[in-house]
């Protein structure tokens, strides 16, 4: 089958485009240029990485951002002031804590120290809640820029069995309960696969629309994809190559080269689910800049 390729670089710039306008509009209107902070413990090579290209999106777009960096060290004490100080400053519109935190730090202690209306990242357990309810909410990055890259590609998830391999609180429990909400980008028949399910081969390959956001390189081979899918690919690994300059490439939970023959779309890695990603952390803090989820 030929198989298109859902490309998110593409889409993201479109997007960030329309982010970067809407700013410009909301300035010459008196309204608030968006402040983002993020938060960063340790060294982290991927998180590193994730933050750099945060923080460079917050420039393209004509955000303020601000960048906090502690070491690994660092006590739940420190961590709590910063939050404090930065929850109750007024310029400051969305706070992100990049995960994962050093073992003596409390991951959800830290979560839920950050002011709900500032929780752009939607970690908060009043925003997955409000999300879960389908309540006005910040929807956590990837899951959301995922049901965009699905809609701007007019890809239907009415009436279709949507696979999501994964139930991470980042991913893929929040994509599970999103696809089958009563919406626009809803309305499908979802089954959650994880470490634990029996025949994982056998209900991935009934998917209509196959996620795979388990954190294992090449997880999804082409026996466990139905001819004509719609397969997300949302891992992203650093391996080693002997075919690049610098030694190592991206690759992600699906072995593309022989799943994506079978598929009628398919996202690269990278250049897929992403870019996608950060620029939905530039629309949940212009939505807080703006003030459109709680007032
Ligand atoms: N670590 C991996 N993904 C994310 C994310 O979307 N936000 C934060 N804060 N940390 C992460």
Redesign the pocket.
Known sequence: MAYKLLNGKEISGQIKTEISEKVKKNIAEGGKRPHLAAILVGNDGA?ET?VAHKVKACEQAGFKSGLFRFDNKVSEKELFDKINEINNNDDIDGL?????LPEHISEEKVIQFINPKKDV?G?HPVNAGRMTLGLPAYI???PQGILELIKRNGIETSGKHCVVIGRSN?VGRPLSILLSQKNETGNATVTLCHSRTKNLKEISRHADILIAAIGKEGFVSKDMVKEGAVVIDVGIHRVKSDKTKSGWKLKGDVKFDEVAPKCSYITPVPGGVGPM?IVS?LKNTLLAAEKKIYG
Not at 96 to 100: A, F, G, N
């Open positions: 998180s994730y992100i804590v990049q995960l994962p990242d970690f956590s990055a990837t980042i990603t952390l």
